[in-house]
């Protein structure tokens, strides 16, 4: 049984529909509809076979779930090296967010001195998923205690106009607020960022649970 055929087999008409109107760039005839418990559950049992390892070069893909099958089992990838390496080969095909988002590599919480260049490279790509997975990955692995303040200008000098990196942008930087607020709030306070991204990263940190209400009061006043 191919990749393809045991999607199809979980497709449901209406959650397609549902879908399809959550990622408009993404044609709705090469959406099944699959549900992403089915899709991992999917990963994990083909997971180092032959099928898996054929199905991981057969680029490009025909249907939104095998793009998210596909980056589900690179995730699954324990060495460091070959799963940095299958990441790479992968981005240029990614062409939505949420193929970009709901993967995350646990290898690489334990190499962050070896992903932190290729997360430098990723962010300074022309291609907009590259560049939001980048993002993402230094939002998810470098806010923590490997965090420098250098790293806010890597993601505020990001450039483009297109809606699904500058919301990447601003979600980085209402994480950062709620996560290293003395580093990042400068870059709201000068207005470092792209006007609607500026607005948007306070939105989402007014939003957000994580930061104080003392923060979130000030943050309101720098609208």
């Not at 025909?62 to 995730?75: S, T």
């Not at 070959?82 to 334990?110: G, H, I, M, N, R």
């Not at 291609?127 to 250098?150: C, P, Q, W």
């Amino acid at each position: 049984m191919t990749v393809y055929e045991r999607l199809a087999a979980c497709s449901n008409e209406e959650y397609r529909d549902f879908q399809s109107r959550l990622v408009p760039n993404v044609p709705k005839e090469t959406i099944l509809g699959v549900r992403t418990p089915d899709m991992r559950k999917i990963a994990k049992e083909i997971k180092g076979t032959a099928e898996a390892e054929s199905f991981l070069i057969q680029l490009p893909h025909r249907y939104y779930e095998e793009n998210l099958v596909h980056f589900f089992l690179i995730a699954l990838i324990r060495d460091f090296d070959e799963c940095a390496k299958a990441v790479e080969s992968f981005l240029p095909y990614v062409d939505c967010w949420p193929v970009c988002d709901q993967s995350s590599p646990k290898v690489f919480a334990k190499n962050h001195q070896k992903l932190l260049p290729l997360i430098r490279k990723w962010i300074g790509s022309e291609h907009v998923y590259t560049a939001r997975f980048g993002i993402r990955m230094l939002m998810n692995e470098f806010l923590g205690e490997d965090f420098k303040s250098e790293y806010l200008e890597w993601v505020a000098t990001v450039n483009g106009e297109d809606y699904y990196i500058k919301m990447m942008v601003a979600w980085y930087f209402a994480t950062a607020l709620a996560k290293k607020y003395d580093e990042s709030i400068v870059y709201i306070e000068e207005h470092r960022l792209e006007p609607w991204t500026h607005k948007k990263a306070i939105q989402k940190a007014i939003e957000s649970f994580r930061v104080s209400d003392a923060h979130k009061e000030y943050i309101k006043s720098l609208r």
